[in-house]
């Protein structure tokens, strides 16, 4: 089962940073935080991952509170093709433990 | 590098044929997953295959099933299709299944059942 909590829906303008927010609060010590998200009718793309640092790579940035219990995702410039649904998905690093569990995600709207 | 891929990308079948699909995986990568998608039931997980074995398995009746082949190539097989089973089939590759790699989805194959 997902054991995260997203918000359904988010617009957000075109330029503007967009925060994508998710509560995963009986998340576990050895879990790490993945995001991954979803243009329409594609496969899922990988976007981020961490355990308790803020991450940053070319396509986001990932700010995870310092509980744990949430994180949000920021595309510090949004535009159109950022359209999509995102999942924020807890995993743990263990051996075997490959099956990814995606909750319902928010669908990112950005308006021009 | 290439990406996963999965052939065909789209398949009309009717209602108790079989279908088999087909997964790439990016080279190297010797995990390879499959997930369905529906508007209902959203992305879940259907089985996972590394070194030609079946390591995990989610929550599907017995008429879904796959194989691995020895150059990593995956096939998922569903028999007496139900109309139900439309859905999109994704395939998702790792390098190995320690849990520490990131998973690499294709584009899926949408399979329409009439």
């Known amino acids: 089962d997902a054991k995260t909590t997203q918000p359904p829906s988010m617009d957000c303008a075109e330029g503007r940073a967009a925060n994508l927010p998710c509560n995963h609060s009986t998340i576990s010590g050895n879990e790490y935080v993945y995001w991954y998200r979803q243009i329409h009718s594609q496969g899922p793309q990988y976007i981020i991952h961490?355990?308790?640092n803020n991450e940053t790579n070319e396509m986001a940035s990932l700010i995870i509170t310092e509980d744990r219990k949430s994180s949000t995702l920021i595309l510090p410039h949004a535009t159109l093709r950022d359209t999509a649904v995102y999942y924020c998905i807890v995993r743990v690093h263990t051996n075997g433990a490959n099956n990814l569990f995606f909750g319902t995600g928010t669908r990112l709207t950005v308006i021009p | 590098k290439a990406g996963v891929t999965q052939t065909p990308r789209y398949l009309i079948k009717t209602r108790g044929q079989q279908v088999t699909l087909s997964c790439s995986p990016i080279s190297g990568h010797r995990s390879v997953s499959w997930y369905q998608q529906t508007p209902g039931q959203g992305l879940q997980f259907l089985f996972e295959y590394f070194s030609e074995t079946q390591r995990n398995k989610g929550n599907f009746p017995g008429r879904f099933s796959g194989r691995q082949f020895s150059n990593s190539r995956s096939e998922m097989n569903v028999s007496t299709l139900e109309l139900g089973d439309s859905a999109l089939y994704l395939c998702?590759?790792?390098?190995?299944?320690?849990?520490?790699?990131?998973?690499?989805f294709g584009p899926g194959t949408r399979l329409l059942v009439l």
């Open positions: 998702a590759s790792s390098l190995s299944r320690t849990g520490r790699e990131t998973q690499y």
């Open positions: 961490g355990l308790k």
